[in-house]
């Protein structure tokens, strides 16, 4: 007698199937990528947006604007953290009630479930490839010039009262009162490069002054006093500092070329070229002849390693949206459980986990023996690996 829990599924049960699964990850992974998306734009907007709209540099429109710009970038990193939480999820639920159990008694292999997630992250990969490649490098440049625009429009507006000030490399700044170009109780730490003060300026009053020449504040103080801390440990109190006082101090340049290239244009980054761009640049040090100097050819190799580098870091986290599918396939299917908690615990670790391999690998681009452009393919192909391994672990069962 047939045992009808174990009667093979027809084609138009399958193709049912497939749709339930499809649309079930698809729904989850949507919400995942939302939510990481939120949780990476929200500091950034905290940090560099907020405090242009308090300081009047920023309308409510254009901080939407920004927001948007933002996006892309975010977008690039909770791909494949989204797609990962969402599959785990999904298949996690299924699991547990005994859905997945049902299809494999009604003759649907664990491969077969998988085919839908597999369809939906490949699709999600070419999205991904989109990101990397294009809409955010676009939107970061676009980003940075449309801020500096807004901060050149308002430059002193970038002092703002009653607030530490750590725009500007080398220096913490402190005005209590501001009107217009003058200052009153103002405070100056210049720090080294461990980020200790190494001398510590108090003026009464002062007038800050935008010269747009060469992109900087000039700053003049007046009735000031200076500490002075010893070079080698600032820290060290047990030496007394050297104390001195002014009555107008000489031109002080606080440069914002940190953030903005001369002219109030975008600082420009490798990171942020398009593929056709990244492709030109390379194939223009390709053809640069090698220098005879030898320092001068390890730059020139430097240069290159590093484009490679950025190149194939951009296709790995885009392959990674697959990879972390993949892997969290038969992990939900393992664990089996409904926590929400419990689930996006496994998908931070092994996301942290394979963002924690590619920064180290990168790290390696002082070391070109090594070969760091082909060793970022590692962590992806450990993750395929490792899923097609468990997958058919599972499966035996």
Known sequence: MCDESRV????????????????????????????????????????????????????????????????????????????????????????????????????????????????????????????????????????????????????????????FIRDFPGYVVYVHEKEGALLQDFWLWQLDENKEAVRVVHAVSGQIDYDESDNSFVLRLFDAKVESRTDRDPEDFSEAPLVGSFEQSDPI??????FFGPAGTARMKDNWLTYSELKLKRSELVATPVPQDEVAAADLRQRL????????????????????????????????????????????VLAMGFYLATTAVKVLDRHPELRPDLLLWLPNLLLLGGAIWLLEKISRR
């Open 8 to 163: 093979p599924a027809s084609g138009a049960d399958v193709n049912l199937l497939d749709r339930y699964i499809f649309k079930s990850v698809f729904v989850t992974c949507a919400g995942a990528i939302a939510l990481f998306v939120f949780i990476m734009v929200v500091p950034n907007v905290a940090r560099e947006l907020l405090p242009r709209v308090t300081a009047g540099q920023l309308s409510p429109t254009a901080l939407a604007h920004f927001i948007v710009l933002l996006l892309p970038h975010a977008i690039t990193y909770a791909l494949p953290m989204g797609m990962l939480t969402g599959v785990l999820l999904t298949l996690g639920r299924l699991s547990a009630d005994s859905e997945i159990t049902a299809m494999r008694a009604s003759g649907v292999g664990l491969g077969r479930i998988a085919v839908p997630i597999v369809l939906l992250a490949s699709a999600a990969v070419g999205l991904a490839l989109y990101f990397n490649f294009d809409s955010m490098p676009r939107a970061r440049v676009q980003y940075y010039k449309q801020l500096a625009a807004a901060v050149r429009a308002n430059p002193l507006s970038f002092i703002v009262p009653k607030t």
């Open 253 to 258: 340049r606080l440069s914002l070329d940190r």
């Open 305 to 348: 390693l590093k484009l490679d580098l950025i190149i194939s870091d951009k296709f790995n986290l885009s392959l990674a949206v697959l990879s972390l599918a993949c892997i969290g396939v038969p992990l939900g299917l393992k664990v089996s459980r409904r926590e929400t908690s419990a689930n996006l615990g496994v998908a931070l």
